[in-house]
């Protein structure tokens, strides 16, 4: 998990605004000596390392000698890792895929489309599902981003504030599914066992200490869920069960709110 400190925007705004808009492959720092790296190339080890490590080992010592330099030549790139953790998080999302929006998809196609790419991005970056953004840095990647899934919904009767509100809630959900996802694997890495090898050694003491008649609703669901999905969670099911229920929100929103405007037309 990410420190209190690891959250978007907790850097110096004006600093980073200027490193995330700065154009491709150009280094904003032109003072002191020749620099030997590029703004770009930390940006990217350091998102190899978050990648392969976790954001709990990256630090700027750590970085540094990755690249090969000391710490104080590192931060003549960025000033510290606030900033650093910005420009990481905007160059995941420039280098994004992104389908396009083609006129002749429904919207529930285009949102699923949405759903799934942002869960790829956090199954291929695990960090950046544990990053809190609620003060974004508006950097060209998120800019991109934002830009682009908001058109899922293009062809529906949602006002803006009803669009931002149902894009939020959807990528909401996606970043919630991937958190327990990753518990959810660290808690096999760390034990060495599966999920249903941990319950299936732990089925004797359950026995001793647990008495079905006392629960029995908990019993059954429990026992059902856990044979279906071979364990206590499955991260599959949570996420295709759970994002119907978002796509039947976000239909019975919509229909309501074209019912509406069909009113107000009469």
């Known amino acids: 998990m990410a420190k209190a400190k690891d959250r978007t ?80 998080l905007d160059t995941v999302y420039q280098e994004m895929p992104r389908t396009e929006h083609l006129p002749d998809t429904s919207w529930r196609t285009r949102v699923t489309t949405v759903a799934h790419e942002n869960r790829v991005l956090f199954q291929q970056h695990p960090w950046v599902a544990t990053l809190p953004s609620t003060r974004p840095a508006l950097g060209p990647g998120l800019m991109g981003k934002y830009e682009h899934e908001l058109g899922a919904f293009d062809g529906t009767e949602l006002d803006d504030i009803e669009r931002d509100a149902a894009l939020t809630h959807l990528l909401a959900f996606v970043q919630s599914t991937a958190r327990t996802a990753s518990d959810t694997q660290a808690a096999d890495r760390d034990s060495a066992m599966s999920d249903e090898q941990w319950w299936s050694a732990n089925a004797p003491l359950l026995a001793r200490v647990f008495d079905p008649a006392r629960y029995p609703l908990a019993t059954r669901v429990g026992s059902a869920a856990g044979t279906a999905h071979q364990g206590a969670y499955n991260p599959d099911h949570a996420f295709d069960f759970g994002l119907r229920c978002v796509l039947e929100g976000f239909a019975a929103l919509i229909e309501k709110t074209e019912t509406r405007t069909q009113s107000k037309d009469r």
């Open 9 to 88: 925007g907790a850097g110096d705004p004006a600093r980073t605004l200027e490193l995330l808009w700065r154009e491709a492959g150009h280094n904003v720092s032109r003072r002191g000596p020749k620099q030997q790296l590029s703004i770009d190339t930390v940006v990217q080890t350091a998102i190899e390392l978050a990648d392969r490590d976790s954001l709990d080992t990256l630090t700027m010592r750590h970085l540094a000698q990755e690249l090969g330099v000391t710490p104080m030549t590192l931060y003549t790139y960025v000033p510290g890792k606030a900033e650093l953790l910005d420009l990481m």
